[in-house]
């Protein structure tokens, strides 16, 4: 069974798209988001005070909707402009902890890399492992852990620190369930928010190697 390692200099925590209009009160929105945002709290807690950095993205397009593209022709609220740039429903969620040093990474479309500058961020660092939380779990969350595996960065996927939305007739629980199998057996390492946190206090605790 995968057991990557925790280097707590050498992760980021890239939180997907904690946002209004994801977190509740959306046709978008995770029913388990105000909970999942909770979890995702403690957790940016726990990364910074092991020195992980932390990114937060939002997915968002420009004011006039000119690059939404396909997607607005699949997906309605997108089309209807939930995710504009000046809309309160693209804002990140109030109760969201962000802090002055974290990074707020805007991006485009559902992978955090696409049209970012996210791997340059990255790779400035030499950061080699990412922990990936946020809404929702089997397309933005999990477009961004595939896109992180490609390009060979470890990935922890964090199952009660991401969740998703019913669509098609198929529950949002039984949507996070296939998605966490299929990231478990080709793309990350699946937790929970506590064995991440655990992991990163142990990790913490070891004693500094000679460089």
Do not use: W
Request: glycine content about 6%; charged content about 20%; aromatic content about 4%.
């Amino acid at each position: 069974m995968t057991d990557f390692r925790v280097d707590p200099g050498r992760m980021a925590l890239v939180n997907i798209d904690m946002q209004n209009c994801f977190v509740e009160n959306s046709p978008l929105a995770a029913p388990d988001g105000p909970a999942t945002l909770e979890r995702i709290n403690h957790l940016l807690s726990a990364c910074r005070k092991a020195g992980v950095m932390v990114i937060h993205t939002a997915h968002v397009l420009r004011p006039d909707g000119s690059n939404m593209g396909v997607m607005g022709e699949l997906i309605e609220p997108v089309r209807d402009g939930y995710i504009n740039k000046d809309r309160s429903t693209s804002n990140l969620h109030p109760r969201l902890d962000v802090q002055p040093d974290d990074i707020i990474l805007d991006k485009p479309r559902y992978g955090s890399f696409h049209g970012t500058d996210l791997e340059l961020v990255l790779r400035n660092r030499q950061i080699d492992t990412l922990i990936i939380s946020g809404i929702c779990t089997n397309i933005c969350c999990e477009t961004t852990a595939r896109e992180a595996n490609m390009r060979d960065f470890r990935v922890f996927f964090l199952s009660d620190g991401t969740a998703t939305f019913p669509t098609m007739g198929v529950s949002a629980a039984e949507i996070q369930r296939v998605s966490l199998a299929t990231l478990a057996t080709a793309f990350a390492q699946v937790l929970s928010v506590n064995e991440m946190v655990e992991k990163l206090e142990s990790a913490s605790m070891q004693p500094a190697t000679a460089a």
